[in-house]
């Protein structure tokens, strides 16, 4: 019959792992990742990177998953990026029509600054299924361990990418996190060393690594991969 | 010996049980959950809460627990306020002197608009040992439910609370989510009504009672309590 050879097809999941602590795994998160014969990650490499090191304690056989590495480059060059996506997203929809199930992970939440997002309109846009599970992100388990809030009653938050204008940002009322600030620490720093204002930075937020910098005069001098800076109105 | 008769002080933990979906409770904030004797929450008795309703049906032996009531009355009376917490305070310290230890729920992340961390800094000034346990925050939720991408690359996105100005809330460049907006939901919904902005709105974001509004056309009349509205650039 011709009906045994039809194959359901498989669904996409975009998997928030939160800030890196693998216990900050949400028990929905957990589900869906033993649930899946296919990890893909946005790691070079089948067997490294932040996001595959956070599940690989907690998954069951996780020895038994087939992981897919989805680099995407480091690069703004946008038709570099769109072919890049593209490959990532047929070579997940190959797993999806052999009925296979397929976990992205995404460091964090992938609503906040996550590169599966792009995936995910894509595969959509293919005609598959596709659902996000929300995860912590790193400015909340940052705020942990600082044991400060991040808000309080009537107080905003923001949250300010990378290619930000220093200035303009420090004038914003409430709290101010500045993630993936990369190019711009520097000058952020000496704007900060230079001002009144209570200043955190936090590395490797909930990793082993973790480390929580207190006051402008202890920011590190170069900013790490995964670093967070706090600005408190306060 | 007069050692046996030295109790070791129980320990506060301020969880973030996320957005209410039970599922999305970390597998940190369950194994907390599960190991401490008492669970205190804000709501007004010791049975009822969306907080206590979010953690019931995957807390081991939860029927057990001692179920703490913290209300907090509903007012910016600041003597009032203080003097609520710091009953609360008192309530919880007395089952740490016993040697219990406490999980005080917070729905979302503590330390985004948690009443918790009030009750936190009081505890720790009295001497105890008091940690954080970061949580899914409802925006991811009502993110992930919409399946699109609060942030994405150079975006800042910027969380406001209830005492806002809604003219120059919307003036900020990237995404604005508007929590806990009742008073301010009418004016803030004309406005929008008369912009070509897109705006999506999510109610009870990862409940079973959770809805998602599109467009701002189709913006509920009333807003509920857990309301979340987004307004993005694009």
Redesign the interface.
């Known amino acids: 019959m011709d009906n045994m050879n039809v194959k359901k097809r498989g669904c996409l999941y975009g998997v928030?792992v939160?800030?890196g602590?693998?216990?900050?795994?949400?028990?929905?998160a957990?589900?869906i990742l033993n649930g899946c014969s296919v990890i893909a990650h946005p790691g070079k490499t089948h067997d490294a990177g932040v996001a595959l090191d956070c599940v690989r304690p907690?998954v069951q056989e996780f020895h038994k998953k087939t992981i897919l590495s989805c680099e995407v480059p480091m690069t703004k060059e946008a038709a570099v990026l769109d072919a890049a996506y593209e490959a990532n997203a047929s070579l997940i929809c190959e797993r999806l029509d052999a009925g296979e199930d397929v976990a992205f992970l995404n460091l964090g939440?992938?609503?906040?600054?996550?590169s599966y997002?792009?995936i995910?309109k894509m595969v959509?846009d293919r005609g598959y299924e596709?659902y996000?599970?929300?995860?912590?992100?790193s400015f909340?388990?940052a705020?942990?361990a600082l044991?400060?809030?991040?808000?309080?009653?009537?107080?905003?938050?923001?949250?300010?990418?990378?290619?930000?204008d220093v200035a303009s940002a420090l004038e914003?009322s409430g709290t101010k996190v500045f993630m993936k600030s990369g190019k711009k620490y520097q000058e952020l720093r000496t704007q900060l060393q230079n001002d009144a204002r209570q200043v955190d930075v936090v590395t490797y937020a909930?990793m082993d690594k973790q480390q929580c910098f207190r006051g402008a005069s202890n920011m590190p001098e170069v900013a790490e991969y995964l670093t967070l800076i706090i600005v408190y109105e306060r």
């Open positions: 928030g939160g800030p602590d693998p216990e900050l795994l949400t028990l929905k957990l589900r907690v939440d992938p609503t906040i600054y996550g997002m792009t995910h959509e596709a996000i599970v929300p995860g912590v992100p909340c388990a705020a942990a044991e400060d809030a991040l808000c309080l009653r009537g107080e905003e938050l923001h949250v300010i990418p990378a290619s930000y914003l909930s």
